[in-house]
């Protein structure tokens, strides 16, 4: 029964992270059909292949960073010992990390190149480039203070300082 109910709760963030790694493969592979080279490869390969190797890991990257950014926020926000599971944690946190790179970050990047073309991405990002991490961290306080009894300001630092970690350790991957 308990596996069930562990199901039934990751069910939403599953399939939060399949969305985003769709989503995301298929933007990268249209980079690459288009021929933008990717900045700054810190991959061995070219910077005009980054894109198609790039469709091939981002699903599972980005779980992966989802996943860091729970346990870190978890790990943060809460007292020792833990008032709540880690799975607890990744149920609730996992689908708004989730929902807010594929919503306020992949989509309108997608938008904006396919409506305007690779050279209007940078320009465009001033508009909602802060949109997904804003959205990360407003809508992770309430549960991570549910889960660990913080209050808003601990569990506000905490998401933070979670999504700029996850950041720094995915950024030399993505671009």
């Known amino acids: 029964m308990s596996d069930e109910i562990s199901l039934r709760r990751a069910r939403p963030a599953l399939l939060w992270l399949l969305a985003l790694g769709v989503v995301y493969a298929v933007f990268c592979l249209l980079l690459w059909r288009a021929g933008v080279p990717a ?28 996943t860091l950014y729970a346990w870190l926020a978890w790990r943060f926000a809460g007292g020792s010992p833990p008032r709540s599971s880690f799975a607890e944690a990744w149920a609730a946190l996992v689908p708004r990390y989730a929902g807010w790179v594929l919503l306020g970050f992949v989509v309108p990047d997608l938008v904006v190149f396919v409506a305007a073309g690779p050279g209007a991405l940078a320009p465009a990002m001033r508009y909602y480039g802060a949109v997904a991490p804003i959205g990360i961290v407003a809508s992770s306080v309430a549960p991570l203070g549910e889960l660990t009894g913080a209050g808003r300001p601990r569990a506000s630092g905490s998401a933070l300082a979670a999504l700029v970690v996850q950041a720094l350790a995915g950024a030399p991957l993505l671009r």
């Open 39 to 66: 900045r700054a490869v810190l991959l061995p390969v070219s910077a005009e292949s980054h894109y198609a190797w790039q469709a091939l890991f981002v699903g599972p990257l980005m779980s992966a960073l989802a």
